[in-house]
Every structure is written in structure tokens, then in C-alpha cells.
């Protein structure tokens, strides 16, 4: 063993070396901007494939993903796709290389089988596809998106946690994941401080078609999941420099969610919040006091806003909501007209005026793909709040992360994002089916 460890740092020590030299050819050549990324591809493969909880983080965090996709020297369209492929394929050698070591992994395949979330993401994938079939192809342009969006953005990164099924892998996943979104969001905040919240979100929104955009709805989300999953840090964590941090960023990213005026996030930050606290006291007592101050910090807080900002978060008379009522009265009729599969995945935009989906998932399953989507996704709710039942119960970071995950991007989605762009609701729920390799 100790002659296989060595050669094994002689192959690294020489692979690294080998590096330097090429970046030093290249850069002689080259600029240096282009020899150092060749010189950092390598080394981000090396990493992503003995930690395969990286190339996760890569597949779904949109954050980060707002550095490297312009980086890609291909077509915007494919930046996204071709980056979830290549990560996917990469996690499989990583799985198989594990299996060379540790024949047991193999038994992570086993929740193809027992689990049957995996399944009804499957059926979920079947009823889009045959959804957007149904339609003309000269109208069927945004379906197709949507349905490679939930394909490449939900199933492969679903299905890669199979790959990661370990106890240390999962809660690493989950510091990755909380990094890179305190590394975006402190990078925001300086760019907001110097070009204005507007220029930001709007003026540098990245038109990619895969579910991959910085709109505000998309920075706001990414926040509100930033805060609660620092919450979870600071009163879940062991180590007391990441509880100093975690409460040092946590109004940074508050203050940004505000900022954005995303209300679907917002309020799903304050019922994930509120549960979390509200489990956290055993006593009825002190429950029903907590009740009353959780009600009586809203009001204060409702008192401190901007004007603006208050009228955006608590009006609902204003046009969007006029709007989004219309949408969903236009979704339910949609779905009356044809109940069994919908008006086709894509459809709502050449019924409606004023949005391109209804704004409501429920609504949009039922409208494009009738009960032939809309019943496997309310089994595959049903199952998830099930394990998110159980994972509150219990007290480990990674049970509490999946369960909270699961629960912010159910209320999200009621409001904001299409099926395709709505991808981390079902990576939650897969996120939930998994008990880790330790727990058996």
C-alpha cells in the first residue's frame, strides 16, 4: 500500500509539474488569460473527480455558473447544456473509479429501484416529452426548452446524487454550495454598491435559454436560499469560525433579497424560518409565545421598509397581480378544454397576452400537460413532504438542508419560474430521498 501511495504522489507531483511547464509555453504564445484557464481546466477536472460534490455544486448553482459560462468558447445556447453534460459524464468515471475501490457504492444503484421519487421524476420526464410531441413544431420552440431544461437541470443533477451517496460527500455538497453562494453574493453587493441594483440584474441578465438567466426573480431566490441555508450553519455547525461568518453574511444576503423585491422568495424565507424556529421549542408555552413575537417582528419590520419596497412585497392590486389572476383563470380553463393532456408542454404563451406561464406550477402542469403530468408530479409532492416530515425530526445538517431546500422551492414555485427554471424543487426532492451511505 505504501508503494502504491507513493506512486501514486509521484504521478500528481509529475502531472502538476508537467502543468507549470505548459502554462509557462503558453503563456509565452498566448495571453496570459487563455494559458491560465488551460492551466486551471486540468486541475479543475482532477478535483471534480475525486470530489464529484464540486461538480454537483456545478450543475445547479446559477450563481457561480455567472463566472464560468461566459467563459465557454461555444454558442450561449449550448454553455449550459454541454457544461451539465460534460460534468454528468465526468461523475460517472468518478462513480465508476469508486466502485473500483469500494465495490459497495455499487448498492447506491439500489435507489433506482427502492425509491420511488427517482421513478416519478422519470414519469415526470415522460408526460413533458410527450406533452411537447403533441404540439405543431412551428409552436412547440419553448416547450423543447422546457423540456431539456427539466432533463439537463433536474433529472441528470437528480440522478448524480446517486453518484455522491455518502454521509461526508452530502454535507460537504452542502458547504460548497453555501460558499459559492456567499463568494456570488459578496461579488453582487460590491457591483451594487457601484453600479446600482438596475445595471446589475437587468442590464447584465444572461439570455440563456437552458433555465440559466440572472433575472431579478433568479437573484432573488438564490438569496432567500443563501440566508436559510446560513441559518442552518450558524445553529447547525460545529465550528466556531463558520458560525461568525455565517452570521456576518446573513443580513448581507437579506439585504440583498429585499433589494430585489422577489416576494415569492420572501415569503418562503419567512415560512422556512418560521418552521425552523417554531420546531426548535419543544414547550406549547413558549411556542405560543414565539407565535406572537414571530407576528410581532413582522409588523416592525413591515414599519422599517421603504415605501416602495413595502408597496412591492404586501400590494396586490397592482398590474402584475391583476395579471398573474388572469393567467390562472386562463390555466384552469386551459386544463377544462382538455384535461387528460393538457394543451401541450409551451402552450400557455399563444393563450395568454401578458405572461408566458402561468406563474404557478400546479397551474402549468395542469394546463400543458393535463392529468398526465399533473398526477405523477402531485404523487411526487406527497412522497417528498413525506421524507420532509422525517428529515425534520431529525437533527443533522444535511436532513434539515434537504428538508428546508424542499419546502423554499415548493412556496417559490407557486408564484415564479416555469417547470424548467423551477429545476431545484425536484432536486430537492431527490436530494430528500437519500439516507446516505452510513445510515444505511
Not at 50 to 77: K, Q
Not at 275 to 280: G, N, S, T
Not at 413 to 427: M, R, V
Request: charged share 15%.
Amino acid at each position: 500500500m505504501i508503494v502504491e501511495k507513493r506512486n501514486l504522489n509521484l504521478i500528481f507531483v509529475g502531472f502538476f509539474i508537467f502543468l507549470l511547464f505548459l502554462f509557462f509555453i503558453l503563456n509565452q504564445k498566448y495571453n496570459f488569460l487563455t494559458s491560465f484557464s488551460l492551466f486551471l481546466i486540468p486541475i479543475a477536472i482532477i478535483l471534480i473527480f475525486f470530489y464529484p460534490e464540486i461538480g454537483l455544486n456545478l450543475m445547479i448553482s446559477e450563481p457561480i455558473l455567472y463566472f464560468i459560462l461566459p467563459l465557454l468558447p461555444i454558442t450561449e445556447g449550448l454553455r449550459r447544456a454541454s457544461l451539465v453534460i460534460f460534468l454528468f459524464l465526468l461523475l460517472i468515471f468518478a462513480f465508476l473509479y469508486s466502485i473500483y475501490k469500494n465495490p459497495k457504492i455499487v448498492n447506491n444503484l439500489s435507489y433506482l429501484i427502492k425509491e420511488p421519487i427517482y421513478l416519478l421524476l422519470i414519469l415526470i420526464g415522460i408526460s413533458l416529452f410527450i406533452s411537447v410531441l403533441r404540439l405543431p413544431f412551428a409552436l412547440s420552440e419553448y416547450g423543447y426548452v422546457k423540456f431539456f431544461s427539466y432533463l439537463l437541470l433536474s433529472l441528470l443533477p437528480s440522478f448524480s446524487l446517486l453518484f455522491i451517496n455518502e454521509n461526508k460527500k452530502l454535507e460537504r455538497f452542502i458547504y460548497f454550495f453555501i460558499f459559492f453562494l456567499s463568494i456570488f453574493f459578496i461579488y453582487a453587493l460590491f457591483r451594487i454598491l457601484l453600479e446600482g441594483l438596475e445595471n446589475v440584474l437587468e442590464n447584465e441578465t444572461i439570455p440563456y435559454r437552458l433555465g440559466f438567466s440572472l433575472s431579478v426573480i433568479t437573484f432573488g431566490r438564490w438569496a432567500g436560499i443563501g440566508v436559510f441555508s446560513l441559518f442552518l450553519l450558524f445553529f447547525m455547525g460545529k465550528n466556531r469560525l463558520i458560525k461568525i461568518l455565517s452570521f456576518i453574511l446573513i443580513p448581507l444576503l437579506l439585504y440583498l433579497l429585499l433589494l430585489s423585491g422577489t416576494r415569492g422568495a420572501i415569503l418562503a424565507l419567512i415560512v422556512s424560518l418560521f418552521i425552523f424556529f417554531f420546531l426548535k421549542i419543544k414547550n406549547l408555552k413558549e411556542k405560543v409565545v414565539f407565535i406572537f413575537f414571530f407576528i410581532l417582528l413582522f409588523f416592525i419590520f413591515y414599519s422599517f421598509l421603504p415605501t416602495m419596497l413595502a408597496e412591492r412585497l404586501f400590494y396586490f392590486q397592482d398590474e402584475s397581480s391583476i395579471n398573474r389572476l388572469e393567467a390562472f383563470s386562463l390555466a384552469f380553463k386551459n386544463f377544462l378544454d382538455s384535461p387528460i393532456f393538457g394543451k401541450g408542454l409551451g402552450s400557455f404563451p399563444y393563450y395568454a397576452y401578458n405572461f408566458i406561464y402561468p406563474h404557478n406550477i400546479f397551474a402549468e402542469f395542469a394546463s400543458e400537460t393535463g392529468f398526465l403530468g399533473l398526477i405523477p408530479f402531485i404523487i411526487f409532492l406527497i412522497l417528498c413532504f413525506k421524507k420532509v416530515f422525517k428529515k425534520l425530526q431529525e437533527k443533522s445538517l444535511f436532513s434539515l438542508f434537504s428538508a428546508f431546500l424542499f419546502i423554499y422551492t415548493f412556496i417559490h414555485s407557486q408564484f415564479s419560474l416555469d417547470i424548467g427554471s423551477n429545476f431545484l424543487l425536484f432536486f430537492a426532492g431527490a436530494l430528500l430521498a437519500l439516507k446516505g451511505e452510513d445510515n444505511g
